[in-house]
Each structure stands twice: as C-alpha cells, then as structure tokens.
C-alpha cells in the first residue's frame, strides 16, 4: 500500500508534440501538485529544453485531468496542465 502511495509522488510525466515550425504543445503531468504554479514551471522547463533560443510566453494554458495514478483517484482532478508554446528565432 505504502509502495502505491509513493506512485503518486513520482517525477513529472513531461510530453511534446511538434504542432509547426517551431511551436510545440507541451503537456506536464504531476499526480502530487502542491502549487498549481509548479506544474507552469514544468511547462517553461520543457520549453527551455526544446527552444535552445529561448520560448515564448505559454499560450493556450489548460488545466487537464491527469493520468498518473493515485490510490484514492487523487490525481484525477487536475494534476496536469497543456499549453503551446513558440521558440523564439535569433
């Protein structure tokens, strides 16, 4: 049971998927949010990662329903976040 709990803690599920020239839609899912402002800092996170320039502002930001597990369903409500994003060109 202890070992299910500790599931839910687990690293960010972070996805990105190529929507253009350099625009991408991220998704970050955290079963275990303390400050919904962390699930937008994983967002940045991994637009740093994929603009090596720079990104832009997180546009289209949504709130999604998770799919990381919880023992309880915790982490259905809102565990996740998608936005777009566009990497900004020198």
Not at 44 to 64: E, F, M, N, S, V
């Amino acid at each position: 049971m202890l070992l299910l709990l500790c599931a839910c803690r687990s690293d960010p599920s972070l996805h990105s998927d190529r929507i253009g020239p350099g625009q991408y839609r991220l998704v970050v899912d955290r079963c275990h949010v303390i400050d919904p402002e962390q699930l937008e800092q994983d967002l940045r996170t991994l637009a740093g990662t994929l603009c090596p320039d720079g990104a832009g502002a997180l546009d289209a930001l949504q709130p999604i329903p998770s799919r990381q597990g919880g023992l309880l369903g915790e982490c259905l409500r809102g565990g996740a976040r998608r936005a777009e994003v566009r990497c900004t060109v020198r």
